[in-house]
């Protein structure tokens, strides 16, 4: 899962002659340097006060999916809330949202037949983590409350899913707060992988630490693990190598273990596919999704559960004992079940795959010997690029010399929105950028995206003193 463009003391954001925010009581999320004032969207950009345009290369988050001004989902909005603004879900139901469920089962994994639909993809990890508790009250196994994760995950922030989550540097000032959560390796192949193993060997090596944990802390105490089929903000774009999430449901299996599959960012088909566990062969217990299932236009997010699970809280307590006030909000499920039209009936999802090759094809024919590009990854239109000090040994920058935030200010000085992170390998070292236009990109825009990303990490580098010999 990915956290909304993050700015940190870690992750500073000034931009010289953009300074067009009136002085105002807004908490931000830094108190520190001034932001553009954002006042249209045209397609696949963003336009400011002063009338600056820029490319959305990371689609905010991984959030516009459709970019901006959709015709389609803004009139879908404009008829919902000229029927019905809002009904709790405490008293009705509503068509838009029966609707949207019904469409996400549909398309969903085998197994998966219920819907809790929520605002955010945190509400959607909070109450899958609850679920999972709840599921095995229900069924007589109380001892079960573990939840194992691995370790360059994010899964959002409210504390529930903080503590799932495994980026220390994200974790570290909350830790007293925390749930306790133990964390495996991931399966990060650029990374992780010895000289002498394949990938298969690589996958089921790391896949076999879920066993080793379970072992550990005792099978009857775990009640589930959380995964990000592709990883998204921690450690930019990581795709799983073949075989590993077989492996993983095998073992889950084994041991009675709830496999809770994070799709927040990589989900409704930011990968090439509705649901990006599809390409790996599988099902999950449950699968959060957000960002992209509004794709900008209304927050909203959801929980998709299995029938076991939901006919095992029918049979006992007859009521999931969780809630937030806007669950399954009438207009944002209007927005989903628009963005949802849009995303079939044009096809995307198959241009999102072909879109998707050829922005890792001009990534690799500009970045591919670059001496400071150590690995670019990906799926679909959900790429990373991680920067190294040396190729040779994969040794990442010094991190006081954050790159990753130099990169983004330098970005957007050229016009270009996208998402550069640090802490990579550990939640300190390495530094990586995370791409996820919007899935209506054209060619000349995938041209338009890499040249303004050259330029922003050549000053980066320049200016942060980095020799570039061979660039």
């Known amino acids: 899962m990915l956290l909304a463009l993050c700015v940190t003391p870690n992750n500073p954001f000034t931009l010289s002659g953009t300074e067009n925010i009136m002085s105002n009581h807004i908490f931000g999320r830094t108190t520190r340097g001034t932001m553009p004032t954002a006042v249209k969207g045209e397609g ?8 600056k345009r820029y490319f959305d290369g990371s689609g905010g988050a991984a959030v516009s999916c459709l970019g901006h001004s959709d015709p389609h989902v803004r009139q879908a909005l404009h008829q919902q809330i000229d029927q019905l603004d809002f009904a709790h879900t405490g008293f009705f139901t509503s068509e838009p949202a029966e609707r949207l469920a019904d469409r996400l089962i549909e398309k969903a994994p085998a197994g998966l037949d219920r819907v809790y639909l929520v605002s955010g993809g945190s509400e959607a990890v909070e109450a899958a983590i609850k679920l999972a508790r709840q599921y095995f009250l229900e069924v007589g196994e109380p001892t079960r409350h573990r939840v194992i994760a691995r370790r360059q995950s994010y899964h959002g922030n409210t504390l529930g899913a903080l503590a ?8 570290a000032q909350f830790a007293p707060l925390l749930v306790d959560t133990t964390h495996i390796a991931p399966c990060f192949e650029y990374r992780g992988r010895q000289a002498n193993e394949s990938q298969f060997e690589y996958g089921q090596r790391v896949a076999n630490e879920l066993e080793t944990e379970i072992l550990r802390v005792g099978p009857e105490t775990v009640m589930a693990f959380i995964a990000e089929p592709v990883v998204g903000a921690t450690a930019g774009a990581v795709p799983a190598v073949p075989g590993y999430y077989k492996r993983i449901r095998e073992i889950c299996d084994q041991y009675g273990v709830l496999l809770i599959l994070d799709e927040v960012m990589c989900g409704m088909g930011r990968t090439g596919h509705l649901f990006s566990i599809e390409a790996e062969g599988i099902s999950a217990d449950m699968i959060t999704i957000a960002k992209g ?3 900008g236009y209304q927050p909203i997010g ?7 699970i939901y006919d095992a809280v029918a049979a006992g307590s007859g009521f999931f004992q969780h809630g937030h006030t806007y669950l399954g909000h009438p207009i944002a499920a209007a927005a989903a079940n628009a963005v949802l039209d ?3 009936e044009q096809n995307l999802l198959d241009r999102v795959t072909e879109q998707g090759h050829k922005l890792q094809a001009a990534l690799e024919q500009t970045f591919g010997d670059h001496p400071h590009i150590g690995d670019i990854r990906g799926r679909g239109l959900f790429r990373g690029v991680e920067l190294v000090a040396d190729r040779g040994t994969k040794e990442p920058f010094d991190p006081s010399l954050k790159l990753h935030a130099k990169i983004k200010a330098n ?10 992170m640090g802490g990579t390998i550990d939640g300190q070292r390495g530094d990586h950028v995370l791409l996820a236009p919007p899935f209506i990109i054209s060619d000349n825009q995938i041209d338009e995206v890499v040249s303004k990303l050259d330029r922003a990490i050549e000053t980066t580098l320049a200016t942060s003193g980095v020799h570039l010999s061979t660039h």
């Not at 799932?164 to 974790?171: D, I, T």
């Open 411 to 420: 970005a957007m000085n050229e016009g270009l929105i996208c998402y550069p």
């Open 44 to 51: 696949c950009y963003l336009i400011d006060a002063n009338g």
């Open 302 to 308: 959801a929980l998709l559960a299995s029938k076991k």
């Open 293 to 295: 299932l509004g794709a």
């Open 342 to 344: 849009v995303i079939f």
């Open 164 to 171: 799932a989550g495994g980026n220390e540097w994200r974790r």
